[in-house]
């Protein structure tokens, strides 16, 4: 197939703004959410900008077979059937609550509105808010929703969010999340998130680029990303892996979820979710620890028979292992450099993975 | 008592419609230009702006001057316009009004220009990703969001038309009906020894403009809390 007319998200870029130079080439499935991830400064902001037009760089961005620009083309941001959310919601401040949402529905042609109003305000629990005329007197978090409402509306063919939890204080992101969770679950259009934030990118993206310095060092699915240990993100202090599993069975007594997944079970606080419904589960690297032995009189809950793949030393005293649980699930450990000599520890050892915790995502 | 005469009340008049075509004309010049100066990138952008605030240094009477040269007879503008059989500018209504709007230029731009800068790229940007193209987004972002300039402008403009006197002198001398304007009026009564004269239409003035301003900050403070 002609990679240009290829499903998917194919961008390539170059760029110098004073010292800076962007020069990032990547592509990311049709669907499902795709993490910009990165350091501050890495570039992740401007190679967005770029896709929305809002940068004008050299290079191609092909959305889904059309072509956005190229050497002899460059659609400009209005005529782009693109979603964005900044980082500052950015509401008009002229405009009433509801005028800011409608702006964008009222600017595309009716037979173009494939979300309807009553939907976007059932996604982002907007119906108490939109009647409220100011859009100075919402607090942060309702401001962004309105923003991602409002983008919403345009029926986007793509959907690019800026870091758009980074300016809201840790009350507001917990209030934002769920919405953004529920929107990765019902939306069936592709969604560019921007993120410095792993828990953020471990929580929402299916699909992870990676940026250092203004150019794209990795990319590919989520879970197996985040285990590579050639990565920085591996060695980041939160650091971890995501299993997707199952939810299997509701422990009434002891308020507990048990989830199944090719590599076992796991045992999670309890989640109200229907029997057969995928949730994901993130384990950090510091919480998992190593046996030889299948251990006996533990208080840990959580314990799966893995095999090592890979150990990489992580500064004077520490390693990183990374294993395989079932089929092809990854699980990360961060222990000391004494434990793995003591142990023995190599890589195609079959081991004991004991997680102190597991913390659902969705 | 002395009352104003038939001749002051036709300068009052003069003057109130100069200084309302000459606003007009300034928002129809100054709201592009100040838009560029406040988004432009070109290297000559330094260069336009101070062409633009020439006339806050500059002596009326130079600006004057060379407006009289540049739009007389021998003058490149004023060969054309008598090409166009428009005759000559200088000692006409038509040419205070050019002469009002050079010379009120940076009191237009200046507000303008300050209001298009604080509103900063961001709302443009939010208005292009939802589909507005450029006319729409300065109709719809740009103007409400840049009112208090706007305003800013108008008063300035008018009030620095109004108040206007070596330009005036210079380029439209002293031609009752056509370019005898009030601040023209005044010197003469003083010229005149008419002292008494000249306090009735100066108190007038002061008055007349504490009024005007003094009703649009009334309204200007309702409008601001308004826009926030």
Known sequence: ?362 | MHILDPDDLQAVWLTLKLASVATLLLLLIATPLAWWLAHSRKWYRSIVAALVALPLVLPPTVLGFYLLVLMGPQGPVGELTQALHLGTLPFTFAGLVVGSVLFSLPFAVQPLRNAFEAIGRRPLEVAATLRAGAWDRFVSVALPLARPGFFTAIILAFAHTVGEFGVVLMLGGNIPGETRVLSVTIYNHVEAMEYGAANWLAGSMVLFSFVVLLGLYLAGGKFARVMQ
């Open chain 1, 1 to 362: 197939m002609n990679p240009v007319n290829a499903p998917g998200i194919r961008a390539d870029f170059k760029l110098q703004l004073d010292s800076f130079v962007l020069d990032a080439a990547f592509s990311a499935p049709d669907a499902g959410v795709t993490a910009l991830f990165g350091p501050s400064g890495s570039g992740k902001t401007t190679l967005l900008r770029c896709i929305a037009g809002l940068e004008r760089a050299a290079g191609s961005l092909h959305i889904n077979g059309e072509t956005w620009q190229d050497a002899a083309r460059f659609v400009p941001v209005h005529q782009r059937p693109l979603g964005y959310v900044f980082q500052e919601a950015s509401l008009f401040p002229h405009l009433s609550v509801r005028a800011n949402l409608e702006y964008g529905l009222k600017r595309i042609p009716p037979s173009e509105r494939k979300v309807p109003l009553e939907q976007v305000m059932e996604w982002l629990g907007l119906s108490r808010l939109i009647g409220r005329g100011d859009p100075a007197k919402l607090s942060g978090g309702e401001r962004q929703r309105i923003a991602i409402g409002r983008a919403l509306l345009t029926s986007p063919r793509i959907l690019l969010m800026d870091e758009p939890l980074a300016a809201l204080d840790t009350g507001s992101k917990q209030e934002i999340l769920p919405y953004l969770e529920r929107l990765h679950r019902e939306l069936n259009i592709p969604v560019l998130y921007v993120s410095h934030a792993l828990d953020e990118v471990a929580r929402l993206a299916d699909h992870l680029v990676l940026l250092e310095q203004g150019r794209v060092i990795a990319s590919g699915a989520l879970n197996e990303t985040l285990a590579r240990l050639d990565l920085p993100t591996a060695h980041l202090d939160d650091a971890g892996a995501v299993i997707e599993a199952a939810v299997a069975q509701h422990d009434e007594k002891y308020h507990l979820t048990r989830l199944d997944f090719s590599g076992g079970q796991l045992w999670v606080g309890k989640v109200d979710r229907p029997f057969g419904s995928v949730v994901r589960a993130r384990v950090l690297a510091r919480d998992v620890s190593i046996a030889t032995q299948q251990p006996h009189g533990t208080s840990i809950n959580n314990v799966l028979k893995a095999r090592i793949d890979e150990i990489r030393d992580e500064g004077p005293d520490k390693v990183i292992v990374r294993m395989t649980v079932g089929d092809a699930d990854r699980l990360l450990s961060r222990i000391t450099r004494r434990s793995r000599d003591h142990l023995g520890l190599a890589a195609g050892m079959e081991v004991f993975a004991q997680m102190k915790s597991v913390v659902l995502t969705t």
